[in-house]
Structure formats: C-alpha cells, structure tokens
T-cell receptor
C-alpha cells in the first residue's frame, strides 16, 4: 500500500544535539512538506519541496534544515539552533505541488514526537 | 488573528448523537480540507471541498464559499469517531490550518 512513513515515532534528544527525522513516501508525489504541531496551535509549515533538489522555507524554518536528494525522501534535521524543538512533527506529500488537490492528493505521515531532555 | 477559526474547541457527545463542527476562514481559497487526527498523531484527509457538499458514510461536509464557512457533520456518532478534527484551507499557495476540534464520543 502506498503511503508516508515517518520514523521514529518517538525521539528523545539532549540539548545541543542535532537530530534528523525521516520521511519516506512511495506515492510518487512531487511535493513534500514538514509541519510542526504544538498544543493549542494549528500546524505550522517548516519547509516544503516541490521538486527534487529544491526546497523552500516555510513560516518557521529557523533552526531547521532539509534535503531532497530523492523524490521519495525528505529528511528534516532539527539543529541545536532551534530554541524550542520539543513538538510533534508531521510530514506530508501532495501531487504536483500545492496547486493540485485531489481527494487523496494530500497525504500525511503518522508523525514523530520529539522531546528534548 | 488566525486565518482559520474552528468551533467548538472541545466537544463531548453521547453515542448516537448528531455532531457538527464549524470552520470559518478569512482568506480566498481554492479548496478546503477536513482532516482527522487520531490519538496516536496520524492524520488522514476526510474531505476536500471547493463547493457544495460531500458525503462519505456517516460523514457529511458542506461549504459556503460566499460566507467563507464550512461544516463537518457526523451522524449516529460512535466512540471510534473520537479524534481531533482539523479544518485546513488552501489559497493556491499554501495551507492554513485551524487549531482543531477535539471530539470525544462516550458509549
């Protein structure tokens, strides 16, 4: 079955350490996105990529980095520069970028809960 | 001010009740999604609407473009419907998300 796989589901990090969250999709979607979810707030866009080897900053990109070397993969690195990294991180993908929205055109992963200890 | 406002924030219902969740938005949109987030965190897209009404099983979604308002209805609610329901609108460039409505259906 096609879908998005995020790993790990739970992640603990010590302050000052970088950590990379994995996101893989086998839907052949062109665009991929990373969102952050905090209690009481809507999803906020961190980074997005509409094509391989290209990505754009979202609303809260500071302290994060991404790469898009393969269509299937869009890993997110939470760097030590991110002041408040404890959150729930969701990866998503869509067909042909943000202009095409079919019923199943926008798919979310199951998320990674990052806790800084 | 958020571009997308949902109400209520929290909702508790008895099994079998008819449930309505409302979403108002302030931006011009190309489409509106209703999303369901399960307790484990995974999100699924229930509906994508650009006009009118859609129905899937016990779920009905409506949208009024002129009034910039959408509703999600659940008929004959069941405990397995307990989840957070999120309204998301797309303006042609990006998504804007509501903060979600947490629904608990009691047996």
């Amino acid at each position: 079955d096609g879908g998005i796989t995020q790993s790990p589901k739970y992640l603990f990090r010590k302050e000052g350490q970088n950590v990379t969250l994995s996101c893989e999709q086998n839907l052949n979607h062109d665009a991929m996105y990373w969102y952050r979810q905090d209690p009481g707030q809507g999803l906020r866009l961190i980074y997005y990529s509409q094509i391989v080897n290209d990505f754009q900053k979202g609303d809260i990109a500071e302290g994060y980095s991404v790469s898009r070397e393969k269509k299937e993969s869009f890993p997110l690195t939470v760097t030590s520069a991110q002041k408040n990294p404890t959150a729930f991180y969701l990866c998503a993908s869509s067909i042909e970028g943000s202009d095409t929205l079919g019923y199943y055109g926008y798919t979310f992963g199951s998320g990674t809960r990052l806790t800084v200890v | 001010k958020n571009e997308v406002e949902q109400s209520p924030q929290n909702l508790t219902a008895q099994e079998g009740e008819f449930i309505t969740i409302n979403c108002s938005y302030s931006v011009g949109i190309s489409a509106l999604h209703w999303l369901q987030q399960h307790p484990g965190g995974g999100i699924v897209s229930l509906f994508m609407l650009s006009s009118g009404k859609k129905k899937h099983g016990r779920l009905i979604a409506t949208i009024n473009i002129q009034e910039k308002h959408s509703s999600l209805h659940i008929t004959a609610s069941h405990p397995r419907d307990s989840a957070v329901y999120i309204c998301a609108v797309h303006d042609g460039n990006q998504f804007y998300f509501g903060t979600g409505t947490s629904l608990t259906v009691i047996p």
